[in-house]
């Protein structure tokens, strides 16, 4: 049931269709390419063939809509190439790998690290498969700390209660991530949008007096990161999720990424939603903040800010958050809490989880 919430509140609620990307097997993936080949030039051949049906593609334009016109395309038949090619020989490549072999082989095509990312959403959605079936893992920048031990695969036993302040490395291989074995006695998850804010309620060993995980993906959240995040949320479906993030446009969508996916995600994006509440900062910590430490909305904050108001998933005290930020036209780092000290910060998160201040 809880996971149904998430769904109908994720950025693809609407249309369950575009939440359904599976984990196969390679030998599955590699049949359904040879399909796809098979079909488009079955009706390449055969004008009177009725038209291969529209699946939801990403919709950045009208030559995407279509299975017919997205095969035509030459970026994503080779994308679908070198996959094929990847999962023949068992191996997995990052995104970045992906970009460099391509540059090298098809220069013409791919000029850009972006392109190769969309071109690949393209491909999950034209085979409904995810990144990892491909062949693609994630790269991770994420690290988690706290009331957890991890038994891996080979046997490996993590104890992420007596590590030092950087906590445990997340892979990027959502093989691993999928096989690990969770043992926790603790009662809360943090999401935390900083590294430096990680290490800091790491260093106060926080979960020593407050029973919790802390998580952080070090900035924008990386596939890895909301992977284990959700596996966690659905092992453990009743250790509430908590955000400290940044009191700015930014922050908002980070915490946002975590609960209702990523648009640039495509049919992926549902999979890893969490019930993600947002702890701090909020506009009522801000009399916590000399006003010295406020620091004026950017440009890129006001467009950040535009994308989140035009979003009909937004919640209601989600846009009034952001409603504020816009209208005083200043935004606050969680830094800005060492005013009251350095221990300040661990005493503000367990203080406000105590006392229910969150949303």
């Not at 068992?90 to 540059?103: A, C, I, Q, S």
């Not at 260093?203 to 966690?232: M, N, Q, V, W």
Request: glycine share 6%.
């Amino acid at each position: 049931m809880a996971e149904a919430g998430v769904a109908a509140a994720s950025l693809f609620g609407a249309d369950r269709r575009l939440c359904s990307a599976d984990i196969l097997p390679p030998a599955e993936v590699r049949a359904r390419i040879e399909v796809a080949v098979l079909n488009f030039l079955a009706a390449l051949t055969d004008p009177a063939a009725p038209a291969i049906s529209a699946l939801p593609l990403i919709s950045r334009g009208a030559a995407n809509r279509g299975l017919r016109r997205a095969l035509l395309r030459d970026d994503v038949s080779s994308v679908m190439e070198m996959c094929y090619k990847i999962l023949g020989e068992g191996k997995l490549v990052t995104l970045r790998e992906l970009f460099y072999t391509l540059l090298s082989e098809l220069p013409t095509y791919f000029t850009c690290q972006r392109h190769v990312n969309q071109t690949v959403q393209d491909v999950v959605s034209l085979l409904r498969c995810t990144r990892q079936s491909l062949g693609i893992m994630a790269s991770s920048r994420g690290a988690l700390i706290g009331r957890l031990a991890l038994q891996g695969p080979e046997e490996e036993h993590v104890d992420c209660s007596i590590l030092g302040p950087s906590g445990h490395a997340i892979t990027g291989d959502l093989n691993v991530l999928s096989k690990l074995i969770f043992s926790s006695d603790a009662r809360y998850i943090i999401v935390v949008e900083k590294d430096a804010i990680f290490q800091r309620l790491a260093e106060d060993r926080i979960y020593s007096h407050l029973p919790c995980i802390l998580i952080t993906a070090k900035g924008y959240p990386d596939l890895a990161t909301r992977f284990i995040l959700h596996r966690l949320s659905q092992t453990y479906p009743n250790m509430p999720i908590f955000a400290v993030v940044d009191w700015n446009p930014a922050g908002l969508a980070i915490l946002c990424t975590y609960k209702y996916g990523s648009i640039s995600m495509g049919l992926e994006s549902y999979r890893y939603a969490c019930n993600v509440k947002w702890l701090g900062l909020r506009g009522d910590d801000l009399q916590l903040i000399p006003q010295s430490a406020y620091q004026e909305l950017k440009p890129r904050d006001l467009q950040i800010a535009k994308s989140l108001l035009s979003s009909k998933f937004l919640q209601d005290k989600h846009r009034a958050e952001l409603t504020l930020m816009l209208e005083t036209g200043k935004r606050a780092e969680i830094e800005a809490l060492y005013s009251h000290g350095f221990d300040f910060l661990g005493k503000y998160v367990a203080r406000k989880i105590v006392q229910g201040d969150y949303i």
